[in-house]
C-alpha cells in the first residue's frame, strides 16, 4: 500500500508504551501495527451489527465450543458446563 497521508496525535505515555510493546511482540513498527488496528476498526464499522454478532459468536464457538442440547435443563447449569468445558481444555 502506497502511503502519502500523516496523521498525528497524543497519547498518554502508558498507550505509547503499550503500542511501542505491542508492536515488538508482532515483530512490526508502531506505525504498520496502528494502521492494521484502524483497518480492522473500520472494516467493522461497515460491517453491520448483525455481521459483527456473527463474527463475535464464531469467535466464542472456537473459544468455547458448543454445548448440545438434549437437556431441559441445560439454561440452568450454564455457568457449571462452560467452566468444566475449560478445565477440560486447560487439562487436555
Do not use: C
Not at 67 to 73: E, K, V, Y
Amino acid at each position: 500500500m502506497n502511503k502519502s497521508e500523516v496523521y498525528s496525535w497524543r497519547v498518554s505515555p502508558e498507550v505509547k508504551n503499550g503500542l511501542e510493546a505491542a508492536a515488538r511482540a508482532h515483530k512490526t513498527s508502531v506505525a504498520q501495527l496502528l494502521d492494521q488496528i484502524v483497518s480492522q476498526w473500520l472494516d467493522r464499522e461497515e460491517a453491520g451489527d448483525d455481521e459483527i454478532q456473527d463474527q463475535l459468536r464464531q469467535a466464542a464457538i472456537q473459544t468455547f465450543g458448543t454445548i448440545r442440547g438434549g437437556d431441559p435443563l441445560r439454561s440452568q447449569q450454564v455457568k457449571q458446563r462452560v467452566r468444566a468445558r475449560l478445565q477440560q481444555r486447560r487439562a487436555g
